[in-house]
C-alpha cells in the first residue's frame, strides 16, 4: 500500500446492528460493562494499543457477492494477476499515466458463498477523488458503512468520509512529507 492510499474497510449496516444491535461510534477497543471487548475483535497482534480486526457481518445479510463485483467493475479494471479463478478472491487496481492507484479487493467465503471482506484504497492524490466518491455512491446504494485503519467509523456521505481523511496518516503525508516522516521516526506517530 502506498503511503497516500487512504484504506477503507466496507462493512454492510444491516449486519452491524443485526450483530451488535447498533452502530457503534468506533470498533476501537469498547469495555462493556462485564468488562469483556465488545467490539474490538483481538487478533493476533492485540497486544499492541489499538489493535482490532474489522467485524464481519457479511454473513447475516442478503446479498450476491456477484453483484457488488459487477458494480466494481463499472470503476475500476480487475487485476487479473491476482484474481483466483473460482472468483473467492477479487482484486481491482487502477494505474493512470503512474499518477492515480486505487485499488479494491473482495474476498468470498468458500462454504458460506458470502462475502468475508471487502475493501478498497483511494489514492488521495487524485484532486477529484473520482474513485472515492463512487465507493461512496455504491455504498449509499447498499446501505454499507466505511471502518478506517483506527477503526473509526463513517456514513457514506464525504462529510464523514472527509473527517477520516483529515486524521489519516496518508492525508498527514501528503500535506508535509517531510513532518510525516519525523513523526514516524520520534514515534509520534503510528503506522496504520
Same mark, same amino acid.
Given at each position: 500500500?502506498?503511503?497516500?492510499?487512504?484504506?477503507?474497510?466496507?462493512?454492510?449496516?444491516?449486519?452491524?446492528?443485526?450483530?451488535?444491535?447498533?452502530?457503534?461510534?468506533?470498533?476501537?477497543?469498547?469495555?462493556?460493562?462485564?468488562?469483556?471487548?465488545?467490539?474490538?475483535?483481538?487478533?493476533?497482534?492485540?497486544?499492541?494499543?489499538?489493535?482490532?480486526?474489522?467485524?464481519?457481518?457479511?454473513?447475516?445479510?442478503?446479498?450476491?457477492?456477484?453483484?457488488?463485483?459487477?458494480?466494481?467493475?463499472?470503476?475500476?479494471?480487475?487485476?487479473?494477476?491476482?484474481?483466483?479463478?473460482?472468483?473467492?478472491?477479487?482484486?481491482?487496481?487502477?494505474?493512470?499515466?503512474?499518477?492515480?492507484?486505487?485499488?479494491?479487493?473482495? =474476498?468470498? &467465503?468458500?462454504?458460506?458463498?458470502?462475502?468475508?471482506?471487502?475493501? !478498497?484504497?483511494? @489514492? +488521495?492524490? *487524485?484532486? /477529484? $477523488?473520482?474513485?472515492?466518491?463512487?465507493?461512496?455512491?455504491?455504498?449509499?446504494?447498499?446501505?454499507?458503512?466505511?471502518?478506517?485503519?483506527?477503526?473509526?467509523?463513517?456514513?457514506?456521505?464525504?462529510?464523514?468520509?472527509?473527517?477520516?481523511?483529515? =486524521?489519516? &496518516?496518508?492525508?498527514?503525508?501528503?500535506?508535509?512529507?517531510?513532518? !510525516?516522516?519525523? @513523526? +514516524?521516526? *520520534?514515534? /509520534? $506517530?503510528?503506522?496504520?
Amino acid at each position: 500500500m502506498a503511503v497516500w492510499q487512504f484504506h477503507l474497510i466496507v462493512i454492510p449496516k444491516k449486519g452491524v446492528i443485526k450483530k451488535y444491535g447498533n452502530v457503534p461510534d468506533t470498533f476501537r477497543a469498547f469495555v462493556d460493562t462485564d468488562g469483556f471487548r465488545k467490539y474490538a475483535i483481538p487478533t493476533k497482534d492485540s497486544m499492541e494499543e489499538g489493535a482490532f480486526s474489522a467485524p464481519n457481518c457479511w454473513n447475516l445479510i442478503e446479498i450476491e457477492p456477484t453483484e457488488i463485483i459487477q458494480q466494481i467493475d463499472k470503476y475500476v479494471k480487475r487485476c487479473k494477476d491476482y484474481d483466483d479463478s473460482d472468483d473467492l478472491y477479487v482484486s481491482w487496481k487502477t494505474h493512470v499515466r503512474n499518477v492515480i492507484d486505487n485499488d479494491a479487493e473482495l =474476498i468470498v &467465503n468458500k462454504q458460506t458463498g458470502k462475502i468475508e471482506e471487502f475493501s !478498497f484504497r483511494a @489514492d +488521495l492524490r *487524485d484532486k /477529484s $477523488l473520482t474513485f472515492l466518491k463512487q465507493m461512496i455512491e455504491l455504498a449509499k446504494r447498499y446501505d454499507w458503512l466505511f471502518l478506517d485503519a483506527k477503526g473509526n467509523i463513517a456514513n457514506p456521505n464525504m462529510s464523514e468520509v472527509g473527517h477520516l481523511i483529515k =486524521i489519516s &496518516n496518508p492525508f498527514r503525508f501528503l500535506q508535509n512529507p517531510e513532518q !510525516f516522516f519525523t @513523526d +514516524l521516526q *520520534d514515534g /509520534s $506517530l503510528k503506522i496504520e
